[in-house]
């Protein structure tokens, strides 16, 4: 009989993120999600900054805040790299809040086209920390 997990393995610049188990993986997409459970076809994806959740054997549902990354789903295993990955409890919400802020600021303001990609990174990252920080409860973490 054929397993419903797969090999997981988070990985961020600084740590690995979470190695193990899981049932299913759920990305952040430009235009939405797209979701990897197991014995999905082998693949490259890229993901957008934003929330990524996914499930671990034991049912158990785990939810990060991750920067723009890539995953390699390749013979039931999943190996996904970011530059950060983050627990909603280790979010500074306070921290995550300024650089929204900050950011929104010098979107108002007339920046060049790099420095304008390089904000809404930015922008897009602070959204993606606060929306983490504010499921914590939902997902009881």
Do not use: C
């Not at 009989?1 to 990985?11: E, K, T, W």
């Not at 108002?108 to 922008?123: D, F, G, P, V, W």
Request: proline share 2%; hydrophobic share 40%.
């Amino acid at each position: 009989m054929a397993s419903n997990s797969f090999g997981l393995r988070i990985v961020a610049s600084d740590k690995v993120f979470y190695e193990g188990r899981g049932k299913i993986i759920v990305f952040p997409q430009a235009d939405g999600e797209k979701a990897v459970m197991a014995h999905h076809e082998d693949m490259m994806l890229a993901f957008v900054p934003g929330e990524m959740r996914f499930q671990t054997e034991d049912g158990q549902w785990h939810i990060a805040a991750v920067s723009a990354g890539f995953a390699q789903v390749i013979n039931n295993r999943v190996t996904v790299l970011v530059l950060t990955a983050e627990r909603p409890e280790d979010i500074d919400r306070k921290r995550a809040q300024e650089a929204k802020e900050m950011a929104e600021e010098q979107l108002r303001q007339k920046q060049s086209q790099m420095q304008y990609y390089r904000t809404q990174a930015t922008l897009a990252r602070a959204m993606a920390r606060l929306r983490v920080s504010d499921q914590k409860h939902k997902f009881n973490l």
